[in-house]
């Protein structure tokens, strides 16, 4: 499964880039809100530190003929851009044009089966599902999420399921119980990971036995 930081924050994503484990970036509009540089250099930033990433950028016009010029934009800035376009009836036609010309669209802001059959019909390459947003809707996201990949290995579809809106480390985990292509999780819940109470005890107990046991050096 890709795991993808759902960042704008370059210094953070250079902090996790050093663990080998991050295999792309998704940013949308609120992400950029909290950061106070130009896109276009939190993008570059990004590629320096992980320049072979997967980096999800998402539109910010409306007006569907704006969105196209944009995305053609977007993809243009480096080679492993893809352009993020919300699910909405309006760019439906946008989304299929982009698609017909090769270029790679994560659709964002899907919620439902029905939603994400269209998309996977158009080809997009992600269909990111908001599951911690369900989730706060009273649905029960990895539920949707279960349909969803369902759908697409039932009918062979190209496209990838990922998951978004994770709010705790309990949906990677219920990502991967079902299969799903790719994950994108926010950076606090990505240092969460590799932590378990029962690793930093043991750590412990290894640490203690080595200094009371009767050895100085470990090969000689
Ligand atoms: O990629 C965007 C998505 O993850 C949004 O998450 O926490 O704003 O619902 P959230």
């Known amino acids: 499964m890709k795991l993808f930081l759902d960042t704008a924050d ?17 940013i949308n509009p609120s992400l950029l809100k909290v950061q106070n540089e130009p896109p276009l250099k939190i993008v570059q930033e990004i590629i320096k ?32 851009m893809l352009v993020k376009i919300p699910c909405h009836k309006l760019y439906m036609p946008v ?11 994560n659709a964002t ?7 994400a059959f269209e998309l996977a019909k158009l080809g997009v390459h992600y ?18 999420a279960t349909t969803i990949q369902q759908m697409l290995d039932t009918y062979d579809y190209d496209s990838e399921l990922l998951i978004a809106s994770v709010r705790n480390p309990e949906h990677i985990e ?19 990971l590799s932590m378990s109470s029962l690793s930093d005890a043991g750590l412990e107990q290894f ?14």
């Open 109 to 115: 802001l899907v919620f439902t089966l029905n939603q």
């Open 127 to 144: 269909i990111s599902l908001f599951v911690g947003r369900l989730y706060d809707n009273g649905v029960d996201g990895l539920k949707v």
């Open 49 to 80: 530190v992980l320049p072979e990433a997967e980096i999800s950028l998402q539109v910010t016009e409306q007006d569907p003929h704006k969105v196209y010029e944009q995305a053609k934009h977007i993809v243009n800035v480096a080679d492993n």
């Open 174 to 192: 219920g990502a991967l119980a079902l299969g799903c292509d790719a994950i994108t999780i926010p950076v606090d819940i990505f240092n969460q």
């Open 10 to 26: 370059y210094k953070k994503i250079a902090e996790c880039s050093v663990t080998g484990l991050i295999d792309g970036v998704t």
């Open 95 to 105: 989304i299929a044009q982009l698609i017909q010309e090769g270029i790679p669209v």
């Open 207 to 220: 640490k203690q036995d080595w200094l009371q046991g009767p050895h100085k050096q470990l090969l000689e």
